[in-house]
């Protein structure tokens, strides 16, 4: 990677910056359609994918951190993942995809959730968004870069999350806008303090197709 690059940059398959994922629960996603809601996603001890045709977000920063999460079996143990946590100020996402893949061991049976939103003109938005990612690839455009920041002096992006697990003496990276094209992405989490989805499309199967990518 490039540093100290100002101005406009892009990469190819750029896999640090991410994109945001919709909440995925049923019992809030006719609300999130109709207006702007608190979201807050995690699936328990397992990624979710999502993809997008375009992600524009002002007020960007990224840095490291540790994720607390439950496995999914019996007893729901814990262990810690580390992400790369990004954040914005506020974000549109246009034709954003979202998939989870869940199997039941009783039945011995695989079924999955799917979210279709942002494509019938309108795009997704978002505000204060954090995104907690394990991979993300992308082509990426970033306006006013700034690469080695120290967490504690950023000045792009929303707040730290209080009781945010952050990589002790870690730095950051920051923008004034980011574009990313074409994303896929694999996430642990994401937190948004408004999420508002436009032609809300949720779906349940037990088709691999299903999945976003």
């Not at 394990?134 to 970033?142: I, R, V």
């Amino acid at each position: 990677m490039e540093s100290q690059v100002r101005g406009g940059t892009r990469w190819k398959r750029f896999a640090v910056v991410m994109v945001p994922s919709v909440a995925a629960a049923a019992a809030v996603g006719v609300g999130l359609a109709q207006g702007a809601l608190a979201a807050s996603f995690s699936v328990s001890g397992q990624q979710f994918k999502v993809s997008a045709a375009h992600l524009h977000g002002n007020g960007f920063a990224q840095y490291g951190g540790i994720d607390t999460v439950y496995e999914s079996t019996a007893g729901g143990a814990k262990k810690q993942v580390p992400v790369a946590i990004s954040s914005f100020d506020d974000a549109t996402i246009t034709k954003m995809c979202q998939s989870v893949k869940t199997t039941i061991p009783v039945i011995n049976k695989t079924f999955y959730l799917r979210l279709d939103a942002g494509g019938k003109g309108t795009p997704v938005s978002a505000e204060n968004l954090y995104i907690d990612v394990a991979q993300l690839d992308a082509d990426a455009k970033f306006t006013n870069i700034d690469i080695g920041v120290a967490v504690k002096d950023k000045t792009r992006g929303p707040a730290v999350k209080q009781g945010e697990s952050v990589l002790p003496g870690g730095f950051a990276q920051q923008a004034q806008e980011a574009d990313l094209y074409d994303v896929k992405q694999t996430a642990w989490a994401t937190t948004a303090g408004t999420f508002k989805l436009s032609g809300l499309s949720m779906k349940l199967g037990d088709n691999a197709d299903m999945e976003c990518y």
